[in-house]
């Protein structure tokens, strides 16, 4: 039994034609990924016993919060430092008070749900998934976002993840209620 067109490397004879394409950066592929990581880089803190969050998102966009000197009970503040997504350095001081749901930053929601410490319910955050990929200076509304992301939850049948969406954005309705 005869097997036409294998060459001497078990392979078709026509691949041993073909010329070896060489990366042109002359890199290997090690190299490359190593310095992508270092081009792009992202600053992440490390949270720590003095601080109600510490995090980042998908843009870059990475800060920790903690209280700020001064806070009471009556009017809790806090101090929000990090790097947005451009790399930039921030520091905001928020009024927990004064943050409207229906129009805050992704630094504002996350400083009210680390105050208010809301049921992350095993994940990293209870705001809705489309806050990954919000800048520093983006603003929303929150309120829309959990409506969205519940409706979505239930024509997916997806009944936990509707009633779990359903619940954070009740704790950011009772907190609007109250002021």
Request: hydrophobic share 30%; glycine share 10%.
């Amino acid at each position: 039994m005869s097997v036409n067109g294998i060459g001497t490397a078990g392979y078709p004879a026509w691949q041993g034609a073909r010329k070896t394409q060489q990366n042109t950066t002359g890199k290997n592929f090690a190299e490359q990924v190593n310095n992508a990581a270092v081009k792009k880089g992202h600053t992440v803190y490390l949270k720590t016993d003095d601080m109600l969050y510490s995090g980042s998102n998908g843009t870059g966009l990475s800060f920790y919060i903690k209280y700020a000197e001064g806070s009471t009970e009556d009017d809790p503040t806090v101090i929000a430092k990090g790097v947005d997504e451009n790399g930039d350095e921030f520091e905001q001081t928020i009024y927990i008070n004064k943050i409207n749901p229906r129009n805050a930053s992704l630094v504002e929601m996350t400083a009210l749900e680390s105050y208010m410490g809301v049921d992350k319910n095993g994940g990293l955050t209870s705001l809705p998934p489309g806050t990954g990929m919000m800048g520093l200076n983006d603003r929303t509304n929150f309120m829309d976002m959990f409506q969205k992301q519940i409706s979505d939850m239930k024509l997916l049948s997806q009944k936990k993840a509707a009633a779990y969406y359903q619940y954070s954005m009740q704790a950011y309705w009772d907190f609007m209620n109250r002021k």
